[in-house]
């Protein structure tokens, strides 16, 4: 399973990087589950279609599952992607220059976050 993840490297710059999250099989391979990452809180979001925001920090380390809607992230590198329902996001950028999140084509974006330790 991939995710993707935003980090800042020792400069400060943000990246995008995508990350293959390990699945071990479990109960004679009818499923496969990734080892548990620790948490502290989930919280649920809707955004507005209007939602423009300059350079900014991610508030914690955390994960975003995008349910509905699109968004647009620039990281400081110069990377920029489109994000929609489905996709995780590993939101590691709590220091350095961050990254922009831009709402796409005036639409609702739902999301779930949880807070990591």
Avoid: C
């Amino acid at each position: 399973m991939k995710v993707t993840r935003l980090y800042p490297d020792s400069k400060g710059e943000t990246h995008f990087e995508d990350v293959e999250i390990v699945l071990e099989s479990l109960r004679g391979g009818i499923m496969k589950r990734s080892k548990p990452l620790k948490a502290s809180g989930m919280s649920f979001g809707a955004f507005s279609g209007s939602l423009a925001e300059s350079w900014h920090t991610a508030p914690r380390k955390q994960a975003i599952i995008i349910l509905s809607g699109e968004v647009d992230l620039a990281v400081s590198d110069g990377g920029k992607r489109r994000f929609g329902p489905g996709h995780v996001l590993m939101l590691e950028d709590t220091s350095g220059k961050g990254h922009t999140t831009n709402s796409v084509d005036g639409k609702l974006r739902e999301e779930v976050w949880v807070a990591l330790e």
